[in-house]
């Protein structure tokens, strides 16, 4: 059995790097939104989780169809870390200027995943929908940091 060539472990690495960001995304957007005051934002925060975990289906698909089938879940520390710094931001009594700022931030740190993973060999499928799912993470930012300006 021929060895995947660099160029598919690249873009393997690059897409399960994406994945951990999604992880962190898709638990921040549902612990933030469960916080929120403001209804509007709460479901907005509640489906965007929901939409990350659309996301990480399609990329974990994409992964099967491909031969990887141990795909780790698991976020990455510094998402975790920044989801336990949110929490205690919210029960000191940051308010929803406080979260959604948290929120901007994680959203930051996703769209630069995609951007480095972008940055990469990848099939042009896979190039196609990480190209998708990014301009959809650009666009929640944008409502994100456009929200957060309107608590200031």
């Keep these: 059995m021929p ?10 690495s690059a897409m399960q790097s994406v994945l951990d960001y ?12 469960e916080k929120l005051q403001d209804e509007t934002l709460r479901h907005f925060f509640l489906t965007e989780s929901l939409k990350r975990a659309e ?9 099967h169809r491909e031969g990887v089938h141990d795909i780790e879940e ?12 949110a929490g205690l931001k919210a029960k ?8 959604l700022a948290t929120a901007e931030e994680g959203e930051d740190e ?6 480095r993973a972008m940055d990469t060999y990848l099939p042009l499928p896979v190039r196609q929908l990480l ?6 993470i650009k666009l929640s930012h944008d409502y994100v940091r456009a929200a957060r300006d309107r608590k200031s």
């Design 55 to 63: 996301f990480r289906g399609e990329i974990e698909s994409v992964l």
């Design 74 to 85: 698991s976020g990455t520390t510094a998402g975790a870390v920044h989801r336990v710094w």
């Design 110 to 115: 996703t769209a630069a995943a995609y951007d």
């Design 3 to 12: 060895q995947p060539s660099h160029e598919l472990l690249q873009a393997e």
């Design 22 to 33: 999604l992880v962190d995304s898709q638990e921040a957007f549902q612990q933030i939104g």
């Design 131 to 136: 190209t998708t799912q990014a301009a959809h």
């Design 92 to 99: 000191l009594g940051g308010g929803d200027h406080t979260l």
